[in-house]
């Protein structure tokens, strides 16, 4: 196996270290080759299944809102979420132990240190969620969902300085591609953003920030021991986020779940809607394990870019100019910077 794509300054790394450098990132890509091998298929497959589940979740919600509102409580269908994510780790736990037993890396009980990094991500998905209440009491559900992919940004920014991985100037030309063409084919000629106060701009920025920090911190925790089994990663982030989301549950739906009850709402839909983001959490983990941040927010803008364009079609919603003048961006962008990574070679994110 050639390793000549390791930069020759780093005199003292290890057969290990190059080990656990290519299942981080499943593949030994660089400008001089690429090489295929199991980790890559992996990658792959969790890139196409987050594409899929995020586009089919985009229509669910539309078939799912009643006037442009949830019937049932957003925090309990949040919280069954995490709660299947969980058994499913444990059923695919449970098959691995039988087939192979149970070994250092994919058994549950481990230390203190390791398991309690496993809440910062639950921590700040429940502060993320808190602000929400917040914000929209300075911009609307439409508003708040333009302005919110200011976390596309804040995700590359975050990823370059807390990850140390610097991205080149061509795949920042392809990011602000993504970011305009993105945002752009949401706008309606309509949307204005000059009455937005401070204290709703801060709360957006915050929110943007968050949301990236939580990403970047999940990918950082899941390579950090890159052997470790995803599932038994999946599982401790399951656990500390149904322990978080039933705080949410608590501090914003208590009272109403007391007088209407927890499952108030529900329909087949609603089940459909769970069961895929419980799925999109899992292939959401596998893409920042197997593959980084950056290719996460390629794969869920182009999803819903797609997902956009089928319900107009099947909604019968008006196609209007800023979609048409935008949304091809998006798919530009993505080609622009697979092109420019393509000659990027990848440095090791832990020493």
Known sequence: ??????EKQDENVTESDIEALELFLGSTACSNGTMINKLDLRKYFAI????VLTSSQSLLIVWSKRAGKYEHSVTTADFLVEVLKCALSLVALFKIWRSDGITQDNKLSTSFDEVSVYSIPAALYLIKN?????????????MYQILSNLNIISTGVLYSLILKRKLTQGQWIAFILLYV??????????????????QGWVMVIVMA??????????EAILKKRPSRNINVQNFWLSIFGVIFTLIAIYDNDFDELISKGFFHG????TLCMILNHALSRIAMSMVLK?????VMVYSTRVAITIADILSKFLFGLNLNMEFLACFPLVFISAVFYRTVESKWCYQPLFT
């Open 1 to 6: 196996m050639k390793h000549h794509m390791i």
């Open 48 to 51: 196409i299944a987050l594409t």
């Open 130 to 142: 808190l602000l929400q209440y917040s914000i929209f009491a300075y911009v609307d559900a439409r």
């Open 181 to 198: 063409g993105y945002t752009g084919s949401q706008l309606d000629a309509s949307d204005s953003v000059r009455n937005i106060p401070p």
């Open 209 to 218: 920030l968050i949301s990236g920090f939580g990403g970047v911190q999940t």
């Open 266 to 269: 529900y329909s087949f839909i």
């Open 290 to 294: 197997y593959a980084n941040n950056i």
